[in-house]
């Protein structure tokens, strides 16, 4: 069955320093994968995606993510953490040999203290 | 270009009721999928249609939950009665149906309160 997993609920980490968000999923096909973040009150936006190519992959506000096929992991990352990163972000798959179908992770809470 | 909008932005209502939620997709975007987001939770897929036809409805609980996008363009959410358990935020994406254009967009949601 296809799912995505956030082993974290909570990341904590000081400004400055680098942070890592972690996501490992489970598909049939080949993974198209995802990371949202969300604000309070406010929907999902999106971040980054892998399709296929670099394995590393650089999206908005200098994050970035490393797609791992033999630990099917897809870890976001970003060298140096700001106060305003702190939100919830969501690592999500979508299955293309199955209708498109989005999976998200529940999520893991971002907290950076200055 | 415009995003996803969705109104009402939040509602009460009480146990029994019903409600609709309405959602209009970025303009072009064949797919449109409605989620149920509950506190402390990542978004479940209640419903995805590709156009106007339904492609996966299996987490809709379909005794109470009913939606439709009669014209492949906007969509509404419907739940009646509602419970308590329906309490949460529903959010709308929409995404392009092309091959290279992979990523779904997300309305600002709909929180839900039911008493």
């Known amino acids: 069955a296809q799912s995505v997993a956030q082993p974290e609920d909570q990341v904590n980490v000081a400004e400055g320093n680098p942070l890592t968000v972690k996501c490992t999923y489970s598909?049939?096909?080949?993974?198209?994968l995802f990371w949202y973040v969300q604000y309070p009150n406010r929907g999902l936006q999106f971040l980054l995606k892998?399709?296929?190519?670099?394995?590393l992959v650089k999206g908005s506000y200098g994050f970035e993510a490393e797609f791992n096929k033999s630990q099917t992991s897809f870890h976001l990352k970003k060298p140096s953490a700001l106060v305003s990163d702190s939100a919830l972000y969501f690592c999500?798959?979508?299955?293309?040999?199955?209708?498109?179908?989005?999976?998200f992770g529940s999520g893991t809470k971002l907290n950076v203290k200055p | 270009e415009a995003g996803v909008a969705q109104s009402p932005r939040y509602k009460i209502i009480e146990k029994r009721q019903s409600v609709a939620f309405w959602c209009n997709p970025i303009?072009?975007?064949?797919?449109l999928y409605w989620y149920q987001q509950i506190l402390g939770q990542g978004p479940k897929l209640l419903i995805q249609?590709?156009?106007?036809?339904?492609?996966?409805d299996s987490q809709l609980p379909k005794d109470r939950f009913s939606a439709e996008r009669l014209k492949g363009v906007d969509s509404t959410l419907k739940i009646q009665p509602a419970k308590l358990e329906d309490s949460a935020v529903y959010l709308c994406?929409?995404?392009?149906?092309?091959?290279?254009?992979?990523?779904?967009?997300f309305g600002p949601g709909t929180r839900l309160l039911v008493l």
């Open positions: 598909v049939s096909g080949n993974p198209y």
């Open positions: 994406a929409s995404s392009p149906a092309s091959a290279g254009q992979e990523t779904q967009y």
């Open positions: 303009s072009g975007h064949a797919t």
């Open positions: 999500a798959v979508r299955d293309m040999d199955n209708f498109n179908k989005f999976y």
């Open positions: 892998y399709i296929t190519g670099d394995n």
């Open positions: 249609f590709q156009n106007n036809g339904v492609v996966d």
